[in-house]
């Protein structure tokens, strides 16, 4: 068996100036981990998102929302 794991870490300053459509939108960082194994025929994958559990707008216009709270996925592929 071999695998992988990554490790990714988002930081956004605040932006306090925003264009005609958009909103002034606060500083947030991000971490997410994945790992990847395979097994023979078998690959099975993990993704854990937004570790941190933060709270963020996913973009600045007007009618955005919140991005998701922590949440994971998890797969598994059989090649043959």
């Known amino acids: 068996s071999r695998g992988d794991v990554s490790l ?3 930081w956004r300053a ?5 264009g005609p459509t ?5 500083g947030y960082a991000s ?4 790992g990847r ?17 933060q709270d ?7 009618l955005t929302v919140l991005a998701p709270g922590r949440s994971a ?3 598994l592929a059989v090649r043959f």
């Open 73 to 75: 996925i998890a797969t």
């Open 14 to 18: 605040r932006d306090g100036d925003p």
């Open 37 to 53: 194994w395979r097994f023979g025929c078998l690959e099975a994958r993990l993704l854990l998102s937004n570790l941190l559990d």
């Open 56 to 62: 963020y707008l996913q973009t600045p216009d007007e």
């Open 8 to 10: 990714r870490g988002l």
């Open 22 to 26: 958009e909103m002034e939108t606060p």
């Open 31 to 34: 971490l997410d981990l994945s």
